[in-house]
């Protein structure tokens, strides 16, 4: 069966401290993954996109890293900010027949505190 | 703002009523997504367009939920009959070709259904 697991369901951090999510997946045939935030109350953004053979990827203070062969990603905030309060969602994509298919996480709950 | 709108962002209505939300995407985008997010939850998907084909609808889209693009641009969701279990956040995404190949999806706001 398809699953994106993510862990922790939440987290509480300090500002400026760093924090790494995980997102575990049985995800096959396996195509992509992505990381989306999403503020309360507002549709997910997406943050990055990594291919098979993508390692790492980065934008901003979040850098994401996979390893196709464990099935395994974690997304790294560094220095977090106040405005990283959100919900961090891992997507991950199957190919399907002639289409695909995206299954998403449950998401991590991150609260930033002063 | 990703550029995809939703109307309305919140709506409450009384179990029995019907409701109909509105997707406006990216104007250039042949796909649009519908989506359903409960708290706490990752969104679940209901259905797609290309264009002005629905192409796939999920087992969750029973037979109250009815959706339309017309003319291949705005999409309308509508849930006929609502029940309490209906109450959710209904996202709408849209694309430029197939997004699960590595093709970035855009999400709007999401409309809040809170059926009392």
């Known amino acids: 069966k398809n699953q994106v697991e993510q862990s922790p369901q939440s987290l509480i951090i300090l500002e400026g401290k760093n924090c790494t999510l995980q997102?575990?997946?049985?995800?096959?045939?396996?195509?992509?993954l992505r990381w989306y935030k999403q503020d309360t109350g507002r549709g997910p953004v997406s943050l990055t996109i990594?291919?098979?053979?993508?390692n790492t990827k980065s934008n901003g203070r979040y850098t994401a890293t996979l390893d196709a062969d464990t099935k395994q990603s974690s997304l790294h905030i560094t220095s977090a900010q106040l405005s990283d309060s959100a919900s961090y969602i891992c997507?991950?994509?199957?190919?399907?027949?002639?289409?695909?298919?995206?299954?998403f996480g449950s998401g991590t709950r991150l609260l930033v505190r002063p | 703002d990703t550029g995809v709108s939703q109307n309305p962002r919140h709506k409450i209505t009384k179990r029995g009523q019907n409701v109909t939300f509105r997707c406006d995407p990216i104007?250039?985008?042949?796909?649009l997504y519908w989506y359903r997010q409960t708290l706490g939850q990752g969104p679940e998907f209901l259905t797609y367009?290309?264009?002005?084909?629905?192409?796939?609808k999920s087992r969750l889209l029973s037979d109250r939920f009815s959706a339309e693009r017309p003319k291949g641009s705005f999409s309308t969701l509508e849930i006929q009959r609502t029940e309490q279990g209906d109450s959710a956040m209904y996202l709408c995404?849209?694309?430029?070709?197939?997004?699960?190949?590595?093709?970035?999806?855009?999400f709007g706001p999401g409309t809040r259904l809170t059926v009392t």
């Open positions: 995404a849209s694309s430029l070709g197939d997004s699960g190949g590595a093709r970035e999806q855009y």
């Open positions: 997102c575990n997946y049985t995800v096959s045939p396996f195509s992509n």
């Open positions: 990594m291919t098979f053979s993508e």
């Open positions: 997507v991950v994509s199957a190919r399907m027949d002639s289409s695909y298919k995206l299954i």
């Open positions: 104007s250039e985008h042949n796909r």
């Open positions: 367009f290309q264009n002005e084909a629905q192409l796939e």
